[in-house]
């Protein structure tokens, strides 16, 4: 390898799985292998849903093993959830899943204290029932000295040093984004100590080096320093979109899909908070200003109930259903919990009056249908809502394999999307690495390496834009 290419260890963490994959990068080059991927299954136990935290650093370790030498690592992650340590920095116990029952109503509850608008206006987070504010309201806390975001706490047990990463601290609903620092007076007001967080660091800052142990477990030569990325998987695809200028939005596809825009400020107008959309921090200053959507999760949750079919053949069949029959609500939470997902859409479309998908094809056309659809309306209100007019719709993550959820989406937006890349997140988290030692100029240089070295897929809009305002208003009940 030549001494102006270094590799990089992206430690890419998905509700679903987990991935370590390699970034080789030079001047002129940026290539991505996968050295480890293994399952992400979370375990209900007697008193919820939880993590399996373990299997999970176990997985970090074979694929840091699998990846050899590399000159840094990087993680990110999925955002919101937390590991909580006593004063002697063990683990108290296995995280809380996000999408265990434990917050249900205490949102209700904080908004006595703090009305949401208030919330809104000073956080700049969109409504979830399990934002970190309310999982920490929720929470018992006696005997945790310290709170540990799930990237950094896969760091301290790698390094033995802590740190709260920006990107994903702005996703607690406690950090202020006009400030990009706490929010003292709501963790004050509804009783969060602050204290229980490391200190804030930003993308690019050292981590720390590997444990000795660690090395000697994965086979790794030292000194092998640990990056802070931006640990939000969602900021490093952000980081990875193939964008130049600023006139585009994104929709980073997998289990949610977030769509938005990258801009220079909040957006903390009531009418932003009615619209529910989010302004987390990004890279270099950047708010990503985005709703979430339930995402392919609706879908997944299907074909787990339906054995697992061929996803291609599946895909297949949707594509030759009637399009826009049946349309649900992408976003609505009653699509959150896991469990008898075909139903709950066949339910949905029952009780909006429209005809009921009975076939696995036919919910899955009604699934990339309704995706595509709050795919438009966000792309649409975000653009209202910022004032900030776009000209192309930039697709990345495993979204991009579905060519009938791009093509839609196209459809739907009537924009040009550009599909890619598919590893959003650990390109990103590569690229903030290599910047960080110096390989990488800045964001638009980065995001101008990833234009000539990646593989990008173009879909024009094709058909009526009419029958998707159509199906829109149906949605809406007009």
């Known amino acids: 390898m030549s001494a102006s290419v270094k590799s990089y260890a992206a430690v890419d963490l998905g509700a679903s799985s987990g991935r370590v994959m390699v970034g080789r990068v030079g001047p002129d080059s940026l290539e991505l292998s996968e050295a480890h991927r293994f399952v992400n299954r979370p375990v209900r136990v007697p008193e919820g849903l939880r993590w399996d935290i373990l299997s999970l650093y176990g997985g970090v370790l074979d694929g840091l093993r699998a990846a050899g030498q590399v000159d840094s690592v990087g993680i990110d992650s999925w955002a919101v959830d937390y590991g909580l340590l006593d004063a002697d920095g063990a683990l108290l116990g296995n995280p809380v899943h996000y999408r265990d029952s434990r917050t249900e109503g205490v949102a209700q509850k904080v908004w006595a204290t703090v009305p949401a608008p208030e919330l809104y206006a000073a956080t700049g987070l969109q409504y979830a029932p399990f934002n970190t504010l309310y999982q920490l309201v929720a929470d018992r806390l006696s005997g945790a000295q310290r709170l540990l975001l799930i990237p950094d706490l896969l760091t301290y047990w790698l390094t033995g040093e802590q740190g709260t990463e920006l990107t994903n601290a702005s996703t607690t609903q406690l950090i202020d984004p006009r400030t990009r620092a706490w929010s003292y007076d709501i963790a004050e007001r509804v009783g969060i100590d602050l204290a229980l967080f490391a200190p804030l660091r930003q993308p690019g800052d050292p981590a720390g080096l590997l444990r000795p142990e660690v090395l000697e477990e994965t086979g790794l030569r030292g000194p092998v320093p640990v990056t802070a990325v931006g640990s939000h998987d969602t900021a490093s695809a952000v980081a990875a979109v193939p964008a130049s200028g600023e006139r585009f939005a994104y929709i980073c596809t997998g289990t949610w899909s977030l769509a938005g825009l990258e801009l220079d400020a909040p957006v903390l107008t009531e009418e932003s908070r009615a619209a529910n959309f989010t302004n987390e921090l990004g890279l270099d200053g950047t708010v990503r200003y985005l709703r979430n959507i339930m995402g392919l999760w609706l879908l997944q949750e299907c074909v787990r109930a339906w054995g697992d079919p061929d996803l291609g053949e599946l895909l297949q069949a949707a594509a030759k259903v009637p399009a826009l029959r049946s349309v649900v609500d992408a976003g609505d939470a009653m699509f959150l919990a896991p469990g008898r997902m075909p139903e709950r859409i066949a339910e949905a479309c029952r ?96 995001r101008e390496l990833l234009t000539r070295t990646q593989p990008l897929t173009r879909y024009v809009p094709q058909g009526d834009s009419a029958r998707w305002r159509e199906a829109q208003d149906r949605l809406a009940g007009h």
């Open 351 to 446: 009780a909006s009056g429209q005809p009921v998908p009975v076939s696995p094809a036919e919910v899955t056309r009604c699934i990339l249908d309704s995706l595509a659809l709050a795919h438009r309306k966000a792309v649409d209100d975000a653009q209202r809502l910022a004032g900030h007019p776009v000209d192309v719709v930039h697709v990345v993550g495993g979204g991009t394999r579905n060519a009938l959820l791009c093509q839609l989406t196209a459809d739907a937006c009537g924009l040009p999307v550009v599909a890619g890349p598919t590893e959003a997140a650990a390109l990103g988290n590569v690229l903030v690495q290599a910047r960080a030692h110096g390989l990488v100029s800045d964001l638009a240089g980065g």
